[in-house]
């Protein structure tokens, strides 16, 4: 078992970006990813986009587009574990930049049967965007719409059977995020994603969106296990993480020596009860998994009892042998697997 799950990226995906990397040359896209760093850091009003030319946008690409897909990848399959069969004809990726949502939700539910379209304020970020998306193999993601459009104020959004807010709302003000919000939680026909930062602040906004979202009449499906209270307190703050494999443009942009990055991120998934037949887990893995010596320990949120800490020890059989295979962000217990419990029945213990 590894400590964070590892998300590939798509590889035309990846051919399209090292091929815009090489166009750029990497020590200029280095040096803008710099100023973006600190621009992302900073406060930035809600009229003023941060990728605000072609460099930028590259630049953007460059650095970030790989983790923001793992993280909206990720989410989206926790989403999907708890939502059964049900598959969006449509989809906005709102405040969507370069299009790494679009192309996550294009893997997670392959074959080209939706339409995206991708809703942004930076037409530089759009026009990469629609030039990285012309190689795709996925139809869905070569047939998206680019579309401009404002993100502060109360903007009107069309209707989608999913929306996808992927580290966006960091870049408003509190009224245009609350804005924002209620727009795209009235916009939504089916599910709603909304993906940020793991740090402090990240969290903070992702409770706020459960708040608004619960509010407008969704209900949450993942990461949580009920539509309550958070029970995390004081200082601590519930996200999860991501491996991202990097190449070696991917490590020269960013400066760095390490063949992967692990992006941390939150996360909230809602959906209209109506529409989506699906129900949240009982209760998901928030820490790293402790494997001791004939027994794990797994941190988990609960339906019932909040934070608790569950003991799973040799004397448990198949629910052993499956904490030993749970990931940090899994539910728990893992859904029944016959098939996997015969193959582990005949295997010999691990001491």
């Known amino acids: 078992m590894g400590l964070v799950s590892t998300v590939q990226l798509p590889a035309d995906l990846q051919d399209a970006l090292s091929e815009r990397l090489h166009a750029t040359a990497p020590s200029r896209a280095s040096a803008q990813v710099e100023r973006l760093i600190e621009n992302y850091r900073g406060t930035t009003p809600t009229a003023a986009p941060i990728l605000r030319d072609a460099a930028d946008a590259a630049a953007y690409a460059a650095y970030r587009m790989p983790a923001t897909y793992a993280a909206v990848r990720s989410?989206?399959?926790?989403?999907?574990?708890?939502?059964?069969?049900w598959a969006p004809g449509t989809h906005l990726d709102l405040g969507g930049g370069t299009g790494a949502a679009t192309w996550?939700?294009?893997?997670?539910?392959p074959g080209g049967t939706h339409r995206s379209?991708?809703?942004?304020?930076?037409?530089?970020?759009?026009?990469?965007?629609?030039?990285?998306?012309?190689?795709?193999?996925?139809?869905?993601?070569?047939?998206?719409?680019?579309t401009r459009a404002p993100l502060g104020g109360a903007?009107?959004?069309?209707?989608?059977?999913?929306?996808?807010?992927?580290?966006?709302?960091?870049?408003?003000?509190?009224?245009?995020?609350?804005?924002?919000?209620?727009?795209?939680?009235a916009a939504t026909r089916g599910a709603l994603v909304v993906a940020e930062p793991g740090?402090?602040?990240?969290?903070?906004?992702?409770?706020?969106?459960?708040d608004r979202l619960v509010a407008a009449g969704l209900t949450v499906l993942a990461p949580c296990p009920h539509?309550?209270?958070?029970?995390?307190t004081g200082t601590d703050w519930?996200?999860?993480?991501?491996?991202?494999?990097?190449?070696?443009?991917?490590?020269?942009?960013?400066?760095?020596?390490?063949?992967?990055?692990?992006?941390?991120?939150?996360?909230?998934?809602?959906?209209?009860?109506?529409?989506?037949?699906?129900a949240p887990a009982a209760a998901r893995v928030v820490r790293h998994p402790q494997i001791r010596k004939g027994q794990v320990l797994l941190?988990?949120?609960?339906?019932?009892?909040?934070?608790?800490?569950?003991?799973?020890?040799?004397?448990?059989?198949?629910?052993?042998?499956?904490?030993?295979?749970?990931?940090?962000?899994?539910?728990?217990?893992?859904?029944?697997d016959a098939d996997a419990d015969a193959a582990a029945d005949s295997a010999p213990e691990e001491e």
Request: some cysteine; overall charge negative.
């Open 75 to 85: 989410a989206l399959g926790a989403f999907r574990a708890q939502a059964g069969d």
């Open 104 to 109: 996550a939700v294009a893997d997670a539910w």
């Open 117 to 146: 379209t991708v809703l942004d304020w930076s037409q530089p970020a759009l026009t990469l965007g629609r030039e990285l998306a012309r190689g795709a193999g996925e139809p869905a993601v070569r047939a998206a719409e680019w």
């Open 155 to 185: 903007p009107a959004l069309p209707a989608a059977d999913l929306v996808t807010v992927s580290y966006v709302i960091g870049e408003l003000t509190p009224a245009g995020r609350a804005a924002l919000l209620d727009a795209a939680a």
């Open 199 to 210: 740090t402090p602040d990240g969290y903070r906004r992702i409770i706020e969106a459960r």
């Open 227 to 232: 539509d309550g209270t958070c029970p995390i």
């Open 238 to 278: 519930c996200h999860f993480a991501a491996r991202v494999p990097r190449t070696s443009l991917h490590r020269q942009v960013k400066g760095g020596t390490l063949p992967y990055e692990d992006e941390k991120f939150g996360y909230v998934a809602a959906a209209r009860p109506d529409a989506v037949p699906g």
């Open 299 to 336: 941190d988990l949120c609960t339906r019932d009892d909040g934070l608790t800490r569950n003991t799973v020890t040799k004397r448990h059989g198949p629910a052993y042998r499956a904490a030993r295979d749970t990931e940090w962000g899994d539910t728990w217990p893992p859904a029944p």
